[in-house]
């Protein structure tokens, strides 16, 4: 995406709206933490993802094992680092693709407009009527335990709200005079669709898809919890909740390190899609 | 409207509301509360309080879990027992004897008992009840494991003989099965009437919740020492622990080893633990690539610590396991000088090498997904990622590794095996060529003929010696990983004494159970 | 007019200067403004968008918002400073002694709430009872002539015309006889004859209860026939004050003469004058200043304008910031912008090939609001357009004049295929022409472009200029991408923008510099035929010049047909070589613009020309107004659509019967039961100017 000189600007003035509120401030520097966490755990993890110390087994937080070990030796503090990996990943990629395929269907569904919309949006309304963690478990019931069916799960659950979301910018915007005046100068639907208003709908995007990969993070740390589409030794960190449940008093650390980090990057990437929500509120009407 | 106005009316139609509300807390308040108000029938009545897993059948011919099976052990007897010590002693029967050839079995039975209805017991019931379940048509359990009851007979009112097909080492603890429960003749409905010989009397059974005994006074072993037992059901261990520490139960069977530990540094509780031969088997397949190359098998050996397994899965609780179903419970059988080479994981990646696994042997390992299993599975594949082997773990529920013989189909797996009285059992369904539950589809001849000697001769010495070459074969050249054999526990409140949990934990007896106030 | 103000100030502003806080620096937006308003007097304020106006209007009420500073300056009311007073004490002020009437009435009534309540909350705030207020609101509806007052009251407002709904705000504003009425633009977005009767309300309320009022606007006709004094606002800076009549007769400021001289007047047109754009841009409110204000744009600028000139009395009563202002006054210095050559034509535009040809066109669509609707057959149908029939020859410029709900607009994008015709057929060279877009193919497409109304949102916002004018070349115009760059350019040139333009965004550039482009880009493809629905109704009036120059100029080069549509007819006269007048999707009166200001009119036509306001406050007018709005267009009345409202109803005819088309000498067309020279026989022309206009005849 060619980013025009008028866009570079934005994104700066973005950034400092960003970095000017103390709650998105936060919410940034959260989730850009995370985002190193999952892009360069591998580096910094001082120890591996199954590496099991059995001398050291039931280890409270020391110099050592930062976060202390669990019932197998294994260190936790790497494994809630390398698990920032999986769960960003997934929950970043799933998001990304929701949003790409909800954005597809809400501008042509919004644009083409009449009984084509009404089906559309009927169909993902029945969608949106079950509750995201009841859709995640039928689909994966349905389909193999594997990365793909996860990633299905979240592109199936989180594409009608990026529709529903896009096709109301894309309803506002439709009638207006550029997008008439493309219509004359015979523009097909693909250039009508993604350069005249796509731009519009920028703003509620870039919100939805924070506000989803929020909701991601968690359907992904739930679904390990529930021990549906990972496989230990996996550290999902919902997986290490639900197996250090037990281990409540023998191994406490266990248990709250990876439910902390799944409400700290919650929280944080929710306060990053307010200050969001803030900067799409700047814009001038037109191109809200 | 004003806003006054607007806002007063909003007030008022709250009202009914909050108390609609109200109303809900009230009555939901009263109706728990109405539940702790029991255990206060009569005065000083002395009940034994236990919590255990909800129960799915009650016909003694067709219960399975410890649940079902205690409940049954109280209602009705056995004709023989087997104690703590995985000895056999007697209990409807009061004395046996073997003919010479071990073909003909004759019992002496307690006289002046009655059912609880009142019936006098008699060699009659007897011979019914073990009619009952080794009739071939029935589809029982037990229709199997008595194929080899020729005929039975009763010999006036107090004295019984089995007649066997072929000589069985181990027909007294056959005949001690878990649904060998003595019911009276002619019992219409064996689910329902709780109509048993045994030291409790079914009060009430309210099947979600409970069940409720008192002590059978005429109870020809004696009276029990408690008045009565009450049995709740829970669902959820956790919550049946919590109710022992806060004093609301006596005993609870079935704990994990997290649970144990953490009751073992409680207040108020004691613990129980029992070693028993149950385990888990880590098996490859034996009669299909990769498992068909000995050299592989040899690999996974050399590849698994069982120490470290033990200690670190089952904490150090029961014993370390070897290649064989046959653990030091079975002291006369068990073997310990059986060797297995030391952990070796480079031995182990050249012996990969040679068989052709060059880079990494990929192999799925499927187990059941409670329990320890992802504990052990995370383990070993720790282990083996170290001689090379890359193991991805797939944990599936109980219904469908068992339910859809998953189990008996996989290359490799983790299958969990429970205790028994006696060795040959897992010798003749586990692995015998062919056997119906020979998952790792292990066949040697050699093994076989061990086998088949052990399980039918009476001369014990020669079965020891077949026993003893069994778990060499098996440590040479078998396909089981048996990395622990392990304890299962239990915990009962301060004021309970005399209560010895068995490793079978159903079995347990209370009879002589007391509380102190 | 009024029976003329007193001579006791009521409101003095002194030295005002008021700026907003707006990127770290605060901007002036009112720059010492000093003016009276006396009791009684009609004070009008004059300006741009910019000027500063509404922030001046804002300052008295003391309405300005949180990010507004006053930075120096008094307003006295009756002798005491406004701004010297606290929140308490000016809500005593509110409503009592000053009042405000806004522009928009839709946002400025409580949706919630009936109208009656409304108006009797305002009251009570006096501490009247709720009967005697619920009365008192009956009386008022009845004093800014609502029909039936208590209907009005039950009503809320959205079940009211917006015409209503100012009179509304007018009886809210009035009520408790305030000394002082301040209104902000209270016509504007309002149709021409319902704008005429507001102001004649607003005449007579001033009369009656001898108010005074502060009334700002950018239309200089509303002014004219409102004010007794106005002063001209120019970049936060008061330019010119003076008597209404001398400041449109005798302007004193070359920035006054330019508004003047840029604005069409009723019967001027394009043959005979070009309209004198004044040139440049406003300055923003970041620039730094020195000097005059205007200079940059001044035809009379010299050395000595370097200094900031002062608001001079030139004469008594009439106030100027000019050094030149005695030249001017003697008229040795012409403070007109410089004059343009003509267009000329290529062809007579009457004679011409045809390019465009509507027969009986007719468009309907049916109201679909929920699914079943729009699975049902049956629903009601909105008539937008009902029989137009037109020709447009090239070089041809036609004016189509209508109000709200006139249909002129749809008829516009049913020409252009966004909107699906219904019934007739349309032939474009000759040629059937599809109705829809889908169906037309690429060279049709590029013989016909579209400039549209809205300014702001006829661009893509994240497209540079050149990509926007790029992409019909390339898509119509059949040129290459390589090929594209410098014809980019040329068509810059051809709207007179530089060609430093190119890589800018839309939001860079003024409204009017926006309307360039969107021609630009019209013109890409050669159109035959360019359709403008209203291009500037939304821009200044000082740019509005220079953009019809623009149109008239490229049209006259390139031969092509011209459609241009607006409410004003006073643009359109100007314009336009035929005009065609539509209401309720019919054609009343088509006739060349020479003939459209003089008798015989139609009854609609003679309506509208009574409306507009002269720019001229002595100017004369027939006073001919329309009773109730426009009906909808789902519901029709039938035989002549106009015999609701109709001031020259016959009877019976006009309900039962489709009037007929008669023709007039010259080839135009009157709609009307009424026969020809029976009109020319009761009808004298509409207006007459106190002064000779130049370029009408």
Redesign the interface.
């Known amino acids: 995406m060619r980013v025009?000189?008028?866009?570079r600007r934005r994104v700066r003035q973005a950034l400092v709206i960003l970095f000017h509120q103390r709650a998105s401030a936060i919410g940034t520097s959260i989730t850009l933490v995370f985002v190193m966490a999952a892009l360069f755990g591998p580096l910094l993890a001082p120890y591996g993802l199954?590496?099991?110390f059995?001398s050291a087994?039931f280890q409270p937080p020391s110099p050592a094992h930062w976060f202390g070990t669990d019932?197998?030796?294994?260190d936790v503090f790497s494994r809630v680092l390398l698990g920032a990996r999986d769960i960003l990943a997934f929950a970043g990629l799933g998001t990304l693709l929701a949003v790409i395929l909800g954005a597809t269907v809400g501008l042509f569904s919004g644009y083409t407009g009449?009984?084509v919309d009404?089906i559309i949006m009927r169909a993902f309304d029945g969608l949106l009527s079950l509750p995201a963690m009841l859709l995640a478990l039928l689909l994966l019931a349905s389909l193999a335990?594997s990365d793909l069916s996860v990633i299905i799960v979240l592109v199936v659950v989180y594409t009608p709200i990026v529709a529903r979301v896009v096709r109301s910018v894309v309803l506002s915007v439709k009638d207006?005079?550029?997008v008439?005046?493309?219509?004359?100068?015979?523009?097909g639907l693909g250039w009508i669709l993604y350069?005249?208003i796509l731009?519009?709908t920028y703003p509620a995007l870039a919100v939805e898809g924070a506000l989803r990969f929020s909701y991601a993070i968690f359907l992904i740390a739930s679904l390990g919890f529930l021990?549906i589409g990972f496989?230990?030794?996996s550290a999902n960190w919902g997986m290490m909740v639900s197996?250090a449940r037990?281990?409540a008093?023998?191994a406490p650390w266990a248990l709250y390190f990876p439910a902390a980090a799944i409400a700290v990057v919650v929280v944080g990437v929710n306060l990053l899609a307010d200050g969001l929500k803030r900067i799409a509120q700047t814009l001038?009407e037109?191109?809200r | 409207m004003t806003t006054e106005a607007r806002s007063a009316r909003t007030v008022l139609r709250a009202i009914p509301g909050l108390l609609l509300s109200l109303a809900a807390v009230v009555v939901t308040a009263c109706a728990t509360g109405s539940s702790s108000a029991t255990n206060q029938a009569g005065p000083e009545k002395v009940v034994l309080r236990i919590g255990i897993q909800p129960i799915a059948q009650t016909d003694p011919a067709l219960i399975s879990s410890d649940s079902e099976v205690l409940i049954a052990n109280q209602v009705y007897d056995y004709l023989i027992d087997i104690d703590e010590n995985n000895q056999v002693v007697p209990r409807l029967a009061t004395g046996w004897s073997v003919s010479p050839d071990g073909l003909e079995y004759t019992f002496d039975l307690v006289q002046e008992v009655t059912f609880h209805d009142g019936s006098v017991f008699t060699a009659e019931d007897v011979v019914w009840t073990f009619d009952r379940l080794r009739d071939p048509a029935s589809g029982y359990p037990t229709a199997d494991l008595y194929s080899g009851i020729t005929d039975i007979r009763a010999d006036g009112d107090h004295q019984v003989t089995f007649s066997l097909s072929k000589t069985n080492p181990f027909f007294l603890f056959d005949l001690a099965d878990n649904h060998a429960l003595v019911l009276s003749a002619g019992t219409a409905f064996p689910d329902r009437g709780f109509n048993g010989t045994g030291p409790f009397k079914v009060a009430e059974y309210v099947p979600p919740d409970r069940i409720v005994m008192e002590a059978n006074e005429d109870y020809f072993g004696g009276a029990p020492n408690v008045d009565g037992l009450k049995i709740i059901f829970y669902a959820n261990t956790d919550s049946a622990v919590e109710a022992l520490l806060g004093g609301q139960l006596d005993f609870v069977m079935g704990l994990?080893t997290?649970?144990y530990?953490?009751l073992r540094q409680a207040e108020g509780v004691q613990t129980q633990i029992v070693e028993t031969n149950g385990f888990d088997a880590v098996r490859l397949r034996m009669d299909r690539s990769p498992g068909n190359d000995p050299r592989v098998i040899k690999a996974l050996n050399l590849a698994t610590d069982r120490q470290?397994l033990f200690?670190?899965?089952q904490r150090g609780y029961g014993s370390v396991g070897g290649s064989s179903p046959i653990g030091p419970v079975y002291a006369d059988y068990y073997d310990p000088t059986v060797e297995l080479p030391a952990r070796d994981p480079q031995a182990a990646r050249k012996l990969l090498e040679e068989a052709g696994f060059k880079d990494a042997l990929k192999l799925d390992m499927y187990m059941l997904?409670t329990g320890n299993y992802?504990?052990l599975?995370?383990?070993l594949?720790?282990q083996w990622?170290e001689a090379g082997i890359d193991v991805?773990?797939?944990?599936v529920p109980e219904g469908v590794y068992y339910g859809e013989g998953k189990w008996l189909d996989v290359d490799l797996g983790i299958t969990g095996w429970a205790h028994r009285p006696y060795p040959q059992f897992y010798l003749d369904v586990m692995l015998v060529c062919g056997a119906k539950w020979n998952e790792s589809h292990f066949c040697d001849p050699e093994f076989d003929r061990l086998a088949s000697l052990a399980g039918s001769t009476l001369d014990l010495q020669a079965r020891v010696e077949a026993y003893k070459e069994i778990q060499r074969i098996l440590a040479e050249r078998g396909p089981l990983i048996v990395p622990y054999f392990f304890a299962r526990f239990g915990a009962t409140s301060d004021r309970v004494q005399g209560l010895k949990l068995k490793p079978f934990p159903g079995r347990t007896d209370f009879r002589n159970v007391s509380l102190s106030p | 007019m009024t029976p003329g103000p007193s001579h006791i100030p009521l409101l003095e502003v002194e030295s005002l200067t008021v700026a907003y806080a707006g990127a770290g620096r605060l901007l002036d937006a009112v720059r010492e403004v000093s003016l009276i308003i006396h009791e009684g007097e009609t004070y009008g304020l004059v300006g741009e968008s910019g000027s500063g106006k509404t922030t001046l209007a804002l300052s008295v009420m003391r309405y300005l918002p949180r990010s507004a500073v006053i930075r120096q300056g008094r307003i006295l009311l009756g002798g005491s400073d406004l701004l010297a007073l606290d929140a308490k004490a000016m809500r005593t002020i509110w409503g009592q002694q000053i009042a405000f009437v806004p522009q928009d009435p839709y946002s400025s009534l409580n949706p919630s709430m009936r109208i009656g309540e409304q108006l009797s909350e305002a009251i009570r705030a006096d501490g009247i009872d709720r009967r005697a207020a619920r009365e008192r609101a009956l009386d008022l509806l009845a004093d800014v002539h609502l029909p039936d007052p208590p209907l009005i009251a039950e009503s809320y407002p959205h079940q009211i015309s917006g015409g209503m709904r100012q009179r509304v705000l007018i009886a809210m504003a009035v009520s408790r006889e305030p000394k002082l009425l301040v209104m902000d633009e209270p016509t504007t977005g309002l149709d021409t004859t319902t704008q005429a009767t507001i102001l004649d309300l607003i005449r007579d309320l001033i009369r009656k209860r001898r108010t005074s009022v502060l009334y700002v606007s950018h239309n200089l006709g509303v002014v004219a026939q409102v004010c007794d004094r106005v002063a001209v606002l120019y970049a936060g800076e008061l330019l010119e004050d003076a008597p209404a009549v001398r400041l449109y007769a005798r302007p004193l400021h070359p920035y006054t003469q330019g508004l003047l001289d840029s604005v069409p007047r009723l019967g001027q047109n394009k043959r005979r004058i070009s309209l004198r754009a004044v040139a440049g841009r406003p300055p923003s409110p970041g620039d730094t200043r020195s000097g005059c204000v205007f200079m940059a744009r001044c035809p009379l600028a010299i050395e000595l304008c370097k200094e900031a000139p002062a608001l001079i009395q030139a004469d008594k009563g009439h106030d100027t910031r000019c050094h030149r202002w005695k030249e001017i006054e003697s008229g040795s210095a012409d403070p007109r912008q410089p004059a343009r050559a003509k267009a000329g034509r290529v062809q007579s535009p009457v004679t011409g090939p045809e390019v465009l040809a509507l027969l009986d066109v007719e468009v309907h669509y049916p109201i679909r609001r929920s699914?079943a609707d729009?699975?049902s057959r049956r629903a009601r149908q909105v008539r937008a357009v009902n029989g137009v029939s037109l020709s447009i020859r090239r070089g041809l410029a036609l004016g189509l004049v209508g109000e709200s709900g006139s249909g002129k607009t749809t008829l516009a994008?049913a020409i252009?295929?966004?909107v699906e015709r219904t019934g007739g057929e349309m032939r474009l060279l000759g040629k059937l022409l599809p109705s829809r877009?889908a169906r037309?193919d690429?060279a049709t497409?590029a013989r016909?472009?579209?400039i549209?109304?809205?300014v702001?949102?006829?661009?893509?916002?994240?497209?540079?200029i050149a990509e926007i004018v790029r992409?019909?070349l390339i898509?119509?115009g059949g040129s290459r991408a390589d090929e594209a760059s410098p014809k980019v350019i040329g068509l810059l040139e051809a709207v007179h923008l530089p060609p430093e333009y190119a890589?800018r965004?839309p939001?860079q550039l003024s409204g009017g510099e926006r309307q360039r482009v969107?021609i630009a880009?019209a013109l890409a493809?050669k159109p035959d035929l360019l359709v403008a629905d209203e291009p500037v109704s939304s821009l200044d009036v000082s740019v509005q010049a220079s953009v019809l120059n623009l149109l008239n100029d490229i049209q006259a080069e390139r031969d092509s047909g011209l459609i241009f549509i607006s409410h004003d007819l006073a643009v359109i006269g100007y314009i336009s070589d035929v005009v065609a007048v539509i209401y309720l999707g019919r054609l009343m009166q088509v006739a060349p613009a020479d003939e459209v200001f003089d008798p015989p009119y139609h009854p609609y036509t003679e309506a509208l020309l009574s409306a507009i306001p002269l720019i001229d406050p002595k100017g004369l007018q027939e006073r001919i107004r329309l009773e109730g709005d426009t009906p909808s267009p789902v519901e029709i009345p039938s035989g002549c659509p106009f015999h609701t409202r109709c001031p020259r109803f016959l009877g019976e005819v006009c309900v039962t019967v489709d009037p007929p088309e008669q023709r007039t000498a010259s080839g135009g067309l009157i709609r009307c039961h009424i026969p020809l020279d029976a009109l020319q026989e009761a009808q004298r022309r509409v207006f007459h100017f106190s002064f000779p206009v130049e370029g009408s005849d």
């Open positions: 025009s000189p008028g866009g199954n590496q099991q059995a087994t019932e197998l030796g294994r009449g009984l009404e335990t207006l005079a550029y008439r005046a493309a219509q004359l100068q015979g523009e350069r005249a731009p519009a021990g496989q230990p030794p197996d037990q281990l008093t023998a001038p037109s191109q | 994990s997290p649970q530990d953490s470290s200690e670190v899965v997904n992802p504990d599975g995370a383990a594949k720790a990622a991805a773990l797939q944990l | 699914l729009m699975v994008t252009m295929g966004l877009i037309r690429a497409l016909m472009q579209m549209f109304q809205d702001d949102e006829s661009f893509v916002p994240t497209m540079s992409r019909p898509r119509l890589d965004l939001v969107a880009r493809s």
